[in-house]
């Protein structure tokens, strides 16, 4: 295709990496992947045009190694850079020296990811945006004491966050200053070590919520389009197990204001690219808050594809290159319903990691099933990295059909060697509560007492 | 005796008891970290906690020893 870049280097690893070749290489773009000592034998490796190792499996030493991952770009003449999710795709300083490298960075630009990367910065302009936010705090909680003070102002239950944090990692909720107490000092030290910046927030916490998310596009000219919302309350310690879209739980009313409002928050940043607005839905009073942008392409963009039949990878090296997008007017009225499950190396039960070699790996396939895996038999999860192994997504016309698809696909769906999480979805699609539809946030813990 | 086993291949993040410590049911002795999950290894009974044989940074197998309790 003219215009983007004939090559790019994925700075990821697994599903994604692969994921990405398969977009590169449908537009005739050279994929080159980048792999630790603990991934050279994973499929997007194999699969990808050139690989080059950067480093032994600790993520600061490979995946996190700037110096290695811009010297292979420039040891192999890569023309852009997509840095898939995680790792360093949310790092300004990454993209702008990516950017000052001469090539192409496949995101937002490096403002926008930091306006948006810090939780009460974000929180602060979204307000003065006009999007709804929860009542919480302005600045930086210095210690437990001003914890206390402002959780009086605030209310409880509060919810403690590390400002600069992501994937759930020192989140905990506190329903009195008893609770408060214990759970600041453990999101202050995880956030110092997992995000390497001991600022903490506080905000009303909602008790009965939908995780609910918008998918927007920030075109090459300028406008801001919102491309439909996914449904994410299916979380284990508050990570993502599960997400749908359309969401059974937002009317065509409240989706409209979401979008608005999804809208006017990449509109303050001068967004371009792919990016997710997360709010969550008060199921009680049926409002919205935000909740934090993710500047990046989200783990779960694939049911927004198969419901507006757009690749969002392909709009991603488009756009990064001042293209138009390639969307069909018809997009923008979805398409039936989809469903994700994503596939974790753990236990069903607790939810606890579980390393392996993969002795089996079959995996299911026919109408409206679409399966991004990482990998494969005879290779080894090691404990390096997050738990996902693959992401299962079934389309229908109607939520039930997607749904029929999913339980028969996960049943199809054969991995041996280590345990995965594929009979905690088979109690999750069998559930009266999620076939309902009529679920919220803590819909695993009942699934899981 | 209480012999204590990590149940999966992890890195040991911290050794929050130190050896020859009096150690109650349930106490934490070290945390793991495996897969971006920071896993606590209890004290599986009360004693006196003879050996601690994990460092930090050490990267441990699924069935190798951690701890013993006396």
């Known amino acids: 295709m003219a215009g983007v870049p004939d090559s790019v280097l994925i700075a990821n690893r697994g599903e994604i990496a692969r994921r990405v070749i398969r977009t590169a290489r ?67 300083d990454f993209a702008q020296q990516v950017i000052d490298a001469g090539l192409t960075w496949i995101g937002p630009p490096p403002d926008a990811i930091d306006q948006m990367g810090d939780k009460i910065r974000a929180r602060n302009l979204m307000q003065a945006a006009g999007v709804p936010v929860a009542a919480g705090t302005q600045d930086p909680v210095q210690d437990v004491d ?17 400002a600069a944090g992501g994937g759930g990692i020192g989140m905990s909720v506190a329903l009195d200053p008893e609770q408060l107490r214990k759970g600041f000092e453990t999101a202050r030290s995880r956030a110092e070590r997992f995000f390497a910046s001991p600022a903490i927030l506080l905000e009303r916490y909602i008790s009965s919520a939908r995780h609910v998310e918008i998918q927007i596009l920030g075109l090459a000219d300028g406008q801001v389009i919102a491309l439909g919302e996914r449904d994410c309350s299916v979380q284990r ?88 997008a390639n969307i069909p007017a018809q997009s923008f009225q ?63 016309a109607t939520r039930d059909e997607a749904l029929a698809r999913a339980i028969q696909a996960v049943a199809g769906f054969a991995i041996a060697g280590l345990k995965t999480n594929l009979p905690f979805h088979v109690d999750l699609l069998n559930s009266a509560q999620f076939g309902s539809g009529d679920y919220d946030t803590s819909i695993v813990s009942h699934l899981r007492p | ?56 940074g050490d990267v441990i197998q699924e069935g190798d020893l951690i701890a013993v309790i006396e």
């Open chain 1, 146 to 162: 001003e914890a206390l003070r402002r959780a009086e102002t605030i209310g409880y239950p509060v919810m403690i966050k590390a």
């Open chain 1, 334 to 396: 979805p398409n039936g319903c989809a469903l994700e499950l994503r596939v974790y190396a753990e236990d069903p039960v607790r939810f606890l990691p579980s390393p392996g070699t993969i002795t089996q790996w079959d995996e299911p396939a026919g109408p409206g099933v679409r399966v991004d895996a990482g990998y494969a038999a005879g290779n080894v999860v090691t404990p390096y990295y997050d738990p996902l192994l693959a992401k299962l997504v079934t389309h229908g």
């Open chain 1, 26 to 92: 449908r537009l005739g773009v050279r994929a080159i992947a980048v792999y630790s000592e603990a991934d050279a034998g994973l499929p997007y490796v194999a699969e990808a045009d050139e690989a080059v190792s950067i480093g032994p499996a600790p993520a600061k030493d490979s995946y996190l190694n700037v110096p290695a991952i811009l010297a292979a770009a420039k040891q192999t003449g890569a023309r852009s850079i997509h840095p898939g999710y995680g790792f360093l795709a949310e790092s300004a």
């Open chain 2, 1 to 56: 005796m209480t012999e204590i086993r990590a149940e999966m291949v992890a890195n040991v993040w911290k050794v929050v008891a130190v050896e020859g410590d009096s150690v109650a049911d349930g106490d934490t002795l070290v945390i793991l970290e495996s897969m971006k999950m920071e896993i606590p290894v209890l004290a599986e009974g009360s004693g006196k906690l003879a050996r601690l044989a994990v460092a930090e």
């Open chain 1, 237 to 324: 310690r508050h990570q993502k197990v599960a997400e749908e879209t359309p969401s059974p739980g937002v009317s065509p009313e409240l989706r409209e204001r979401m979008f608005q409002a999804a809208i006017r928050a990449g509109e303050a940043v001068g967004y371009r690219g792919a990016g997710t607005v997360e709010c969550l839905v008060d199921t009680q009073t049926g409002d919205f808050v935000f909740l934090e942008m993710n500047t990046r392409l989200q783990v779960e963009h694939p049911v927004t594809e198969m419901v507006t039949g757009i690749d969002l990878v392909e709009q991603q090296f488009l756009i990064a290159d001042g293209l138009a």
